[in-house]
């Protein structure tokens, strides 16, 4: 059974920093995509980034872009996701989704919440 698992999301005041990570389990293969969504409260959910494993390939949507860095442990199936220079606008819960490409994720996590604040 492949799960998809989320942490690192918790309270930290404007300005400051977080690192979410994404590990997949029971997942099979060389090659896979993880993406980041969230949703905030009333909103509908957004795509943020997504990764391609092995090869690196990033891309973010202009609203992190800058301070948001994907990074991930191939061996571990693990995916980082680096959040700098957080604003209140970034509360939100996030999501990772997991597949064999980024444009294939059929798994998703729970999510974790990040709350920003002054």
């Known amino acids: 059974e492949v799960q998809v698992v989320e942490s690192g999301g918790g309270f930290v005041h404007t300005g400051g920093s977080l690192r979410l990570s994404c590990t997949l389990s029971g997942f099979t293969g060389d090659s896979w995509g993880v993406g980041w969504f969230r949703q905030a409260p009333g909103k509908e959910r957004e795509g943020i980034s997504c990764?391609?494993?092995?090869?690196?390939?990033?891309t973010y949507t202009d609203t992190v872009k800058g301070r948001f860095t994907l990074s991930s442990d191939h061996a571990k199936k693990t995916v980082y996701l680096q959040m700098n220079s957080l604003k209140p606008e970034d509360t939100a819960v996030y999501y990772c989704?997991?597949?064999?490409?980024?444009?294939?994720?059929?798994?998703w996590g729970k999510g974790t919440l990040v709350t920003v604040s002054s």
């Open positions: 989704a997991a597949g064999h490409a980024v444009d294939d994720m059929d798994y």
């Open positions: 990764l391609s494993s092995p090869d690196g390939t990033t």
